[in-house]
């Protein structure tokens, strides 16, 4: 599986020695450059020494729950810098709201399953909404007076903290008797809190409805490939997919979104994904490094 390295072992001690030089770096955050608001070691070195080389970097993160200012803010207060352009940074929230802003029509809304944080995103993002925030908890037969907004056209799904069964159950309502399309910032199980905790994540979040529905939603973060493009946008040199490293921490969305998109990829063993992940997984990544800090030793 790993071409002319007998091992995982070999594999994993050379190939940063043979990773060739790319001209766009995207880089997830949690589990990569940082974990909370502690950094990754040398995380900030790498990123100064990409950028001073002419590189483009570019933050791309399935955290739904930050503006591009409270993520630059993030990288600032764990990090200590800032990159030169905030349109560098990228969140799945961030890439939901302007998917659907570009199909919504004047009047039309969306009914938020989501965090403080992913409302001020539609709000930034000029995106109208309804159903943010806790909603009491109903008896059975109440939903029979529950009344949908009929401009709705999407329930979207990110990272909630006050999700339960009444929102669960009126988000299935404009699913299934409006015709709402249902989107989800990512599916993501679990979220790296630090380098011993891990919590439930926005696919975890989830996971109930999509039962219910007994459907998948589009989802637009990692590793959808409307992630890509919506960037694409924004960055003329994502176009050459041949000079592209994605690097991240979670075989599932960052390795996938690479295979998906037509980048190579590097998985760092700081977050989610361990060797005994990579050895098992059928999602393989070009290269696999200890941590980002192995860029600096790049040829």
Same mark, same amino acid.
């Given at each position: 599986?790993?071409?002319? @390295?007998?091992?995982?072992?070999?594999?994993?001690? &050379? !190939?940063?020695?043979?990773?060739?030089?790319?001209?766009?770096?995207?880089?997830?955050?949690?589990?990569?450059?940082?974990?909370?608001?502690?950094?990754?070691?040398?995380?900030?070195?790498? *990123?100064?020494?990409?950028?001073?080389?002419?590189?483009?970097? !570019?933050?791309?993160? =399935?955290?739904? #729950?930050? %503006?591009?200012?409270? &993520? =630059?803010?993030?990288? +600032?207060?764990?990090?200590?810098m800032e990159l030169p352009d905030? %349109?560098?940074?990228?969140?799945?929230?961030?890439?939901?709201?302007?998917? +659907?802003?570009?199909?919504?029509? =004047?009047?039309?809304?969306?009914?938020?399953?989501? $965090?403080?944080?992913?409302?001020?995103?539609?709000?930034?993002?000029?995106?109208?909404?309804?159903?943010?925030?806790?909603?009491?908890?109903?008896?059975?037969?109440?939903?029979?007076? @529950?009344?949908?907004?009929?401009?709705?056209?999407?329930?979207?799904?990110?990272?909630?903290?006050?999700?339960?069964?009444?929102?669960?159950?009126?988000?299935?309502?404009?699913?299934?008797e409006c015709g709402a399309e249902?989107?989800? #910032?990512?599916?993501?199980?679990?979220?790296?809190?630090?380098?011993?905790?891990? *919590?439930?994540? #926005?696919?975890?979040?989830?996971?109930?409805?999509?039962? /219910? &529905?007994?459907?998948?939603?589009?989802?637009?973060?990692?590793?959808?490939?409307?992630?890509?493009? !919506? +960037?694409?946008?924004?960055?003329?040199? *994502?176009?050459?997919?041949?000079?592209?490293? +994605?690097?991240?921490?979670? *075989?599932?969305?960052? !390795?996938?979104?690479?295979?998906?998109?037509?980048?190579?990829? /590097?998985?760092?063993? #700081?977050?989610?994904?361990?060797? $005994?992940?990579?050895?098992? $997984?059928?999602?393989?990544? %070009?290269?696999?490094? $200890?941590?980002? /800090?192995?860029?600096?030793?790049?040829?």
């Amino acid at each position: 599986e790993y071409g002319e @390295f007998q091992t995982f072992q070999h594999y994993f001690k &050379l !190939i940063y020695l043979r990773m060739k030089e790319y001209d766009v770096y995207l880089f997830d955050c949690d589990g990569v450059l940082w974990r909370g608001l502690d950094p990754v070691e040398r995380a900030a070195d790498v *990123l100064q020494h990409l950028l001073a080389r002419g590189k483009k970097v !570019i933050l791309v993160t =399935n955290n739904s #729950t930050k %503006t591009r200012t409270l &993520l =630059n803010n993030h990288v +600032m207060e764990a990090l200590g810098m800032e990159l030169p352009d905030q %349109t560098c940074l990228y969140s799945s929230g961030i890439a939901c709201a302007l998917y +659907m802003r570009s199909r919504l029509k =004047n009047g039309e809304k969306v009914f938020l399953v989501g $965090s403080n944080g992913f409302a001020e995103v539609l709000k930034e993002c000029g995106v109208e909404f309804v159903g943010h925030g806790p909603h009491e908890p109903m008896d059975f037969y109440e939903f029979n007076d @529950f009344h949908p907004d009929p401009s709705v056209k999407f329930v979207v799904g990110g990272f909630d903290p006050h999700f339960n069964h009444t929102k669960m159950a009126k988000a299935l309502i404009y699913i299934k008797e409006c015709g709402a399309e249902f989107v989800a #910032t990512n599916l993501d199980r679990v979220y790296p809190l630090s380098a011993q905790r891990q *919590l439930p994540g #926005t696919g975890s979040v989830l996971a109930g409805l999509i039962t /219910a &529905l007994g459907a998948q939603p589009r989802v637009i973060g990692k590793p959808s490939k409307v992630f890509y493009e !919506i +960037m694409s946008r924004d960055h003329d040199n *994502l176009g050459d997919r041949s000079r592209v490293l +994605m690097v991240g921490d979670n *075989l599932q969305t960052d !390795i996938q979104f690479g295979h998906n998109c037509g980048i190579d990829t /590097a998985l760092v063993l #700081t977050g989610v994904a361990g060797p $005994s992940d990579v050895e098992e $997984s059928s999602v393989k990544p %070009t290269y696999v490094l $200890s941590s980002v /800090a192995d860029l600096l030793q790049q040829k």
